[in-house]
């Protein structure tokens, strides 16, 4: 990938499930939202497997072990092995066990998840400040997760005790919404204790190797809803991406995204990995796509034109981010974004 800023979504003539080898793909908001499959994405994902392309589930929530997110994904009739699944908390479990010495005791503030990837890497799980644990690690642990954990986590900190992350997400999607995420929950214990952990998650680099270790990608695909972790952790590892509005990003987000949140391209949900992508073009002071031209003026972004709604989103990427530079568009692209029903 470039390593200058992009300034607006790239064309492809190959549809993306053609021209690369495999898909690392994002789950919540991406494949399912709420435990319920996003419409089309088990179609999509079928009909791009059957063609060749490797699919790998790829997820910052460290709550399930693979085991459990690949049976959920073969329930939802997307056939699974734990093999294709890599979590954060698999990649914290490996730098944790980089750092420390083997069958090493770790406290654990989160789920199943959590323990498992530990095991694997020939580490001990224990459950409080007092088992004279060598780490802390913190992984998103559900609804369920009591305060008192925190309590446990502070208290080795306290003593000088390092702390992992497994990713500070803000928030995670629900079926009722948008719920707080594990960040939420490092935040907590970063306040009380003043502490700042090592985080392994998208988007930072352990992430991305973990993925790379287990899955033996050579041309992969990023996909993704979320600009701050999925699309700025393909950029991090040099690689493409595809975002999908599925879930936590639309079109003011998007048309705002910082240069290390800008995807190679952009497409409604999954469908888009089966197709080619349309080439964005210079035209006249602004930017055509389809039957769409988008200008960037003194104060707020124009569209004219007709046709499809993502090559309209995607004009209107070009204009925004060209005009932006290098910072956020601050241009107001409300009413071009209402009249393509965004």
Not at 187 to 198: L, M, S
Not at 306 to 319: Q, S
Request: proline share 6%.
């Amino acid at each position: 990938m470039s390593q200058t800023v992009r300034t607006q979504p790239e064309g492809s003539a190959q549809p993306l499930n053609e021209a690369y080898d495999t898909a690392l793909l994002d789950l919540d908001g991406v494949v399912y939202a709420g435990g319920n499959a996003i419409p089309h994405a088990v179609e999509s994902l079928g009909t791009a497997r059957s063609g060749g392309m490797h699919l790998a589930y790829v997820t910052n929530n460290a709550l399930r072990t693979p085991d459990a997110v690949a049976a959920h994904l073969t329930e939802l009739g997307i056939p699974a092995q734990a093999s294709d699944v890599i979590t954060s908390a698999q990649a914290v479990a490996r730098l944790i066990s980089e750092q420390v010495p083997a069958r090493s005791r770790v406290l654990v503030v989160g789920g199943e998840g959590l323990r498992v990837a530990l095991r694997e890497r020939g580490l001990t799980p224990v459950e409080s400040a007092e088992d004279d644990p060598v780490a802390v690690v913190q992984g998103y642990g559900g609804p369920e997760l009591q305060w008192g954990r925190f309590a446990e986590a502070c208290y080795a900190i306290a003593r000088g005790v390092p702390w992992f992350a497994s990713n500070t997400d803000l928030t995670i999607p629900s079926a009722r919404g948008i719920a707080p995420g594990n960040g939420a929950a490092v935040e907590v214990v970063r306040i009380a204790t003043g502490a700042e952990p090592q985080v392994a998650g998208k988007p930072l680099p352990p992430m991305h190797r973990e993925t790379i270790l287990r899955t033996g990608a050579r041309r992969p695909l990023v996909v993704g809803d979320r600009l701050d972790t999925d699309i700025e952790g393909a950029i991090n590892g040099g690689v493409d991406s595809l975002l999908v509005l599925t879930g936590v990003t639309d079109g003011t987000r998007l048309l705002a995204a910082l240069p290390q949140h800008r995807p190679t391209y952009v497409d409604e949900d999954l469908r888009g990995l089966l197709t080619g992508q349309p080439d964005v073009v210079a035209s006249g002071d602004g930017f055509r796509c389809g039957g769409w031209t988008a200008t960037a003026g003194k104060e707020r972004l124009e569209l004219e034109g007709e046709g499809g709604t993502l090559d309209g989103l995607r004009a209107l990427c070009a204009a925004a981010w060209t005009a932006a530079g290098t910072g956020p568009c601050e241009l107001d692209g409300g009413k071009a974004l209402a009249r393509l029903g965004l």
